[in-house]
């Protein structure tokens, strides 16, 4: 399956890779890298002769159907993990023993520190949880990686793919070996995830934002949700506005129709004032 689907891949959109040197002929190693697109978990590994396990939500696997079928048999092709993400802790507890499995094969374990997609192409905070606990537990080196441009081949709402050449650089193994039995203490924690976290910014040439993406893209989304309140605010006031012109030219109008009437009226009784004489 990686055959099937990385040839393909490599042909179409020709990914450039640079550091391909530090990747360990054998040996665990977890790539720690950005998250700009749902394809960064494809194109890693289709440049990589080895096997790269990330883990995905566990519903990619369980969905009934024949199209649940194929997208199960797809995930597992590429090497994604499923994982029961239903509640926090649950699934941070489970990522863990999933990548501490993969590490123990002697395999290689992808991660996403920052937790989700990128939601504007900039860098945010690594979450401290699931990479640093992997990293000291297992006591494998730790590779930062940056995916480049990838957020630009399907942006969200795009149906086809835009034919372009993605980047992905590679770092240098980073050693941990000096925080070993410290995986409990949170500041050592936050530490390692930070230093990652610079390799990768120093890799892609992105932009970092001191918050976690989680919390930006509730950011966004209310910021969003606002603007669509105020515009349909706006769009309510303008209808009301125009709905009182409205009336208000219709009352106008009225006016000088009963202005009119009563000139009519008054020029009439006049006439036959007139008319009738003294």
Do not use: C
Not at 132 to 145: F, H, K, T
């Amino acid at each position: 399956m990686k055959v099937a689907i990385g040839g393909p891949l490599k042909v179409a959109f020709r990914p450039w890779v640079e550091g391909m040197e530090h990747i360990p002929a054998e040996g665990p190693a977890i790539l720690a890298s950005n998250h700009l697109s749902f394809s960064d978990s494809f194109f890693l590994p289709a440049v990589l002769d080895r096997k790269v396990t990330f883990i995905a939500k566990a519903e990619y696997f369980t969905t009934p159907g024949v199209k649940g079928r194929l997208t199960a048999a797809f995930f597992k092709g590429v090497g994604q993990l499923p994982v029961d993400r239903s509640g926090a802790r649950g699934a941070g507890e489970a990522a863990i023993r999933s990548g501490l499995e993969v590490l123990e094969r002697g395999e290689l374990f992808g991660i996403y520190p920052e937790g989700t997609r990128s939601p504007d192409g900039r860098l945010y905070r690594g979450k401290p949880g699931g990479l640093a606990r992997v990293a000291l537990a297992s006591g494998a080196p730790v590779i930062p990686v940056a995916m480049i441009d990838t957020e630009k081949i399907q942006p969200p709402g795009q149906v086809m793919p835009k034919l372009m050449r993605p980047g992905i650089r590679i770092g240098k193994p980073l050693d941990f070996s000096r925080y070993q039995g410290m995986e409990h203490d949170r500041f050592v924690l936050r530490a390692l995830t930070d230093e990652v976290m610079y390799e990768i910014m120093k890799l892609s040439g992105q932009e970092y934002v001191d918050m976690y993406a989680t919390a930006a893209k509730r950011q966004i989304a209310d910021a969003a949700k606002a603007e669509k309140e105020a515009e349909k605010a706006a769009r309510a006031a303008a209808a009301q506005a125009e709905k009182e012109q409205a009336a208000a030219a219709q009352a106008e109008k009225e006016q000088a129709a009963a202005a009119q009437a009563e000139k009519e009226q008054a020029e009439k009784e006049q006439a036959e004032k007139e008319r009738s004489g003294p």
